[in-house]
């Protein structure tokens, strides 16, 4: 079977690159299985472990009705159609460039500024990832990547570009901050094994820490990446998800106040799917510094472009200043206020998080509840979560974490209602855990789990590491 | 220094002929009004015929097209929607448009067909799940020239070309395939695949049973792939006439072959939509699907779009009679490019499908040669005021041949470009008749051609 397979397929189609072979998936399997629903299905799995933003939609939702002519199908746009239907300049829309490069000023308070003519077009930011690797770098040769990172960068950074990615260890002893000693261990180690390393990936707000980096830290990287001549990529992403202080600083906004620093070095990967909560729309961004990479990126751009229509949709909404700072606003302080109920909810029963004033999700730590400081326990913990409390979250080994215990929780997918009642779950299990009931129940558990989790791995109905088949479109569709 | 060989090298294929005509162009393009001496686009493979027919499905459907269902707003599903197996909807009405394409002679699993951004990215993704870098693919020639940057450059396979010549009128013969093949043994290269067009770019022909079978009895006897990128295939003036490979591998009753044999597909030529971004591949190997629906992860296509297409082409009334509408139009244009070329003596390929016409314009160069192409192909850029493709740009084996399309300008546009072409020719055919004084007046027109200081007067 085997051979065969090597016959009909590429090694980079056969091989397990792509990451969706992780035990990290059986969550969203169990979800997918028994999705949770208020009334219809009271005991069902929540969905903990998708970062997605949906706090805000009733905004969105309100300006599209108040812009038919936005679209290019309604009575009011349609003149525009034909138009906008047969362009497909890798450029993209002037209006669409231009309006994303206003916004993302305005998500960093007007203190830079973007130009629209280096802001090239990618499926998504997984699409802007790949590019910016296959631009970079070549096969054989590495990135360094602080831990714990979010697990799609393994399929997007090094599936088909063949690029390696060196883990920058950073941990709980200082917040998980990256420090110098950290980034230069990485970087020799590199170096001992022979590979050449050719840049340096930051996710600024972290995923899945919900931390910012500093001005310092920005400083540090950016010192450090010119020293050894290597690029540094800095994945903004949720850059419009802080909502707290300490604010968000731009990798934009420490170049500008560094004039001995190489700006053909320095590049910026963002999205919509995570500030807007758009990920269906896949509008990936890839921003440079370097005219060469700029040149090279738009070619490679042909192979993920924005849909017109969607471009010409956002270009109409981003340039709406009025609807853009609202919407910035209202966004962060609903995010702020999510987090908050969340991580009182988990003080309230004893359990740590880490600080933090950005993302989707908080850095949840059960150190304490673990068997063990393994990461064996730690997925024996994550089971449990799974099995007992009902509630899909995402393990720190799948983020690469160096050390067991943290889990990442999602906050912003669900209503106040879900996630009260996902706070009481997991006070029940943590009320379990410490008395050591849940030791003997799970052992139980388990073992059915296992059979009917491998039973799965059977079926070749792959689902999808992105939005779960039981999406209302689907349901209603299929 | 620090960026990688990809970027830094030329295989993306951009600054071949192709592209540079695109550039004159872009400098100074034709406008009925504002621009009338412009260059004339004739080097943009589009269908801009049948908009009318869309737009007035549009307006006659507000609800399905405005994010709404059942009067309720769906936008945030929408936005929410991205799931790489595809809204189920649009890829049931996708599959269920291909079959009305091909007379509903074949039909199309939608659990087998990948959505991706563009037949681009459906191209490119398929090569990296079925070849390994420095693995090769043959291609007959002549072929579309974005094959160079799809398939080649960040795979890392190579494409040996299959010649192909007007002696037969360009099909494809056994013995160009198997000396295909050998010249890649040669290289020391494996062959993984064969790729196909059809119906063919430039060629605008349809391929014929004794073609594919051909083809097919080669991939089974070699073990490999097949890949049949079929986006003209709405764009048979006769829909009897185009035969899917599809269509032929039941009859054969051989599992293995059927999993080799990959179709892509895209509704950028058959819809006008290339903006939208619409790609597919379709396999009846699971394997190929689970890999190239993994993939297709860097390339998906929006959801808003996903639904509008799906609330179009499931109006299967709409869509039968777009086809045969659209089809039409295309035959008619064709007819008129073809007889106001012939008029002025310049034949074109017999053909049956696309949006352009293989020109034979081997009488007006000056020599056998790739130099004397190119020099007649900046004549009718900068003197005529045409962008066409010249064929070395597809890689042709033969000199003198030039692809011109006809389905992105109005009638009027195309009117004009046909005298122009008049003109051109009219003032050369001296020249063609005369041998002596031959040299010297092609040096005359040589002279006035220098590529780098041509003022363009037009």
């Known amino acids: 079977?085997?051979?065969?397979?090597?016959?009909?397929?590429?090694?980079?189609?056969?091989?397990?690159?792509?990451?969706?072979?992780?035990?990290?998936?059986?969550?969203?399997?169990?979800?997918?299985?028994?999705?949770?629903?208020?009334?219809?299905?009271?005991?069902?799995?929540?969905?903990?472990?998708?970062?997605?933003?949906?706090?805000?939609?009733?905004?969105?939702?309100?300006?599209?009705?108040?812009?038919?002519?936005?679209?290019?199908?309604?009575?009011?746009?349609?003149?525009?159609?034909?138009?906008i239907a047969i362009f497909q300049d890798?450029?993209?829309?002037?209006?669409?460039?231009?309006?994303?490069?206003?916004?993302?000023?305005?998500?960093?308070?007007?203190?830079?500024?973007?130009?629209?003519?280096?802001?090239?077009?990618?499926?998504?930011?997984?699409?802007?990832?790949?590019?910016?690797t296959f631009c970079l770098a070549d096969p054989g040769e590495a990135l360094l990547v602080p831990t714990?990172?979010?697990?799609?960068?393994?399929?997007d950074l090094t599936w088909r570009t063949g690029v390696e990615l060196v883990p920058v260890i950073c941990d709980s002893s200082n917040g998980f901050r990256m420090t110098r000693d950290a980034l230069e261990a990485a970087y020799k180690a590199a170096l001992e094994s022979n590979t050449a390393v050719k840049g340096l990936l930051l996710n600024n707000p972290s995923n899945p820490l919900g931390t910012v980096l500093d001005r310092e830290a920005l400083s540090m990287a950016l010192s450090f990446t010119n020293e050894k001549n290597i690029h540094l990529i800095c994945d903004e992403i949720y850059s419009a998800t802080v909502f707290a202080e300490p604010g968000f600083v731009s990798i934009a906004e420490v170049l500008a106040e560094s004039p001995d620093a190489n700006p053909d070095l320095v590049h910026i990967v963002y999205s919509l799917s995570k500030d807007l909560g758009f990920p269906g729309f896949r509008v990936g961004i890839l921003y440079s510094y370097n005219d060469a990479v700029v040149c090279c990126a738009r070619k490679m751009s042909s192979f993920g472009l924005v849909s017109t229509q969607t471009q010409r949709t956002l270009a109409s909404m981003l340039a709406d200043e009025e609807f853009t700072?609202?919407?910035?606003?209202?966004?962060?302080?609903?995010?702020?206020?999510?987090?908050?109920?969340?991580?009182?909810?988990?003080?309230?029963?004893?359990?740590?998080?880490?600080?933090?004033?950005?993302?989707?999700?908080?850095?949840?730590?059960?150190?304490?509840?673990?068997?063990?400081?393994?990461?064996?326990?730690?997925?024996?913990?994550?089971?449990?979560?799974?099995?007992?409390?009902?509630?899909?979250?995402?393990?720190?080994?799948?983020f690469h974490c160096a050390e067991p215990g943290w889990f990442r929780v999602c906050f912003a997918n669900m209503d106040e209602e879900t996630m009260r009642v996902a706070l009481s779950r997991i006070s029940k299990l943590v009320v379990q855990r410490k008395s050591g009931e849940a030791a003997r129940k799970q052992c139980r558990r388990?073992?059915?789990?296992?059979?009917?989790?491998?039973?799965?791995?059977?079926?070749?109905?792959?689902?999808?590491?992105?939005?779960?088949?039981?999406?209302?479109?689907?349901?209603?569709?299929? | 220094m620090t960026i990688s060989k990809k970027a830094a090298c030329n295989s993306h294929g951009q600054d071949s002929s192709y592209f540079l005509g695109w550039e004159e162009y872009e400098k100074n393009p034709f406008h009925e009004s504002t621009n009338p001496n412009g260059i004339i686009q004739m080097g943009l493979a589009e269908n801009q015929l049948s908009f009318d027919l869309l737009e007035s499905w549009l307006a006659a459907n507000p609800d399905a097209a405005s994010f709404k269902r059942d009067g309720q707003s769906i936008f945030r599903e929408l936005a929410l929607f991205q799931d790489y197996h595809g809204l189920p909807i649009f890829k049931n009405a996708l599959a269920q448009f291909m079959a009305e394409i091909r007379g509903n002679k074949v039909q199309f699993d939608p659990n087998n067909l990948v959505l991706t951004a563009g037949a681009t990215s459906a191209n490119e993704t398929l090569i990296f799940c079925l070849a390994d870098p420095g693995d090769a693919f043959l291609l007959p020639t002549p072929y579309y020239p974005g094959f160079d940057r799809d398939l080649k450059w960040r795979t890392g396979v190579k494409i040996v070309p299959i010649q192909c010549t007007s002696r037969n009128g360009f099909r494809i013969t056994s013995s160009a395939v198997e000396e295909a093949y050998k010249l890649a043994q040669k290289r020391n290269l494996k062959v993984k695949g064969v790729l196909i067009t059809n119906p063919s770019n430039p060629l605008g022909i349809t391929l014929s049973r004794k073609e594919l079978n051909l083809l097919l009895n080669f991939v089974d006897k070699k073990g490999i792939h097949l890949i049949s990128d079929e986006i003209y295939s709405g764009t048979v003036f006769d829909s009897a006439e185009f035969v899917s490979i599809m269509e032929l591998l039941p009859n054969r009753n051989n599992p293995q072959l059927m999993n080799r044999v990959h179709v892509v597909y895209s509704l950028s030529k058959d819809l006008g939509l290339p903006g939208f971004r619409v790609g597919s591949i379709f396999s009846n190997d699971r394997l190929v699907v689970a890999a190239a629906t993994k993939m297709s992860s860097f390339g998906l296509i929006s959801s808003q779009t996903q639904y509008l297409l799906s609330a179009i082409l499931s109006d299967h009334v709409f869509a039968k009679k777009y086809v045969a509408e659209n089809r039409m139009r295309l035959r008619n244009r064709h007819a008129v490019l073809v007889s106001g070329l012939r008029r002025v003596g310049i034949s074109c390929l017999e053909s049956n499908s696309g949006l352009f016409c293989w020109v034979d314009m081997r009488h007006l160069l000056s020599s056998d040669s790739l130099e004397a192409e190119m020099e007649l192909w900046k004549k009718v850029v900068y003197d005529v005021g045409l962008n066409i493709s010249p064929g070395s740009s597809c890689h042709c084996a033969e000199h003198g041949w030039f692809r011109v399309c006809f389905a992105n300008m109005t009638e009027d546009t195309l009117d004009l470009a046909i005298r122009r072409i008049k003109s051109f020719v009219d003032s050369i055919s001296p020249i063609k008749n005369c041998r002596n004084s031959r040299s010297k007046s092609i040096s005359k027109w040589v002279s006035r051609l220098s590529f780098h200081d041509r003022e363009c007067d037009r």
């Open chain 1, 325 to 398: 700072q609202e919407f910035l606003a209202q966004s962060a302080a609903r995010l702020g206020a999510r987090r908050a109920a969340l991580c009182q909810g988990l003080a309230q029963m004893g359990v740590g998080s880490l600080e933090g004033s950005a993302g989707l999700y908080c850095w949840m730590d059960l150190r304490r509840l673990l068997k063990a400081a393994t990461f064996e326990a730690e997925a024996e913990l994550w089971r449990v979560i799974v099995d007992d409390a009902r509630i899909n979250v995402s393990p720190g080994a799948s």
């Open chain 1, 148 to 155: 714990p990172y979010y697990p799609a960068n393994d399929r």
């Open chain 1, 90 to 132: 890798y450029h993209g829309l002037p209006e669409f460039r231009n309006a994303v490069a206003r916004f993302m000023e305005k998500v960093r308070g007007d203190r830079v500024r973007f130009d629209p003519a280096r802001i090239v077009m990618s499926g998504g930011a997984t699409g802007a990832q790949e590019t910016l």
């Open chain 1, 446 to 478: 388990r073992s059915k789990l296992e059979i009917s989790l491998s039973f799965r791995r059977l079926e070749e109905i792959m689902m999808s590491p992105h939005s779960p088949m039981t999406s209302p479109l689907v349901r209603t569709m299929t």
């Open chain 1, 1 to 83: 079977m085997l051979g065969s397979q090597e016959h009909i397929l590429s090694k980079i189609a056969s091989n397990d690159g792509h990451g969706e072979n992780s035990a990290f998936f059986d969550g969203w399997k169990a979800y997918d299985a028994d999705p949770y629903h208020p009334t219809k299905n009271p005991n069902g799995v929540i969905q903990m472990g998708l970062a997605e933003n949906q706090l805000s939609f009733d905004l969105v939702e309100e300006w599209v009705r108040n812009n038919p002519k936005a679209s290019i199908c309604t009575a009011e746009g349609a003149s525009q159609f034909k138009d």
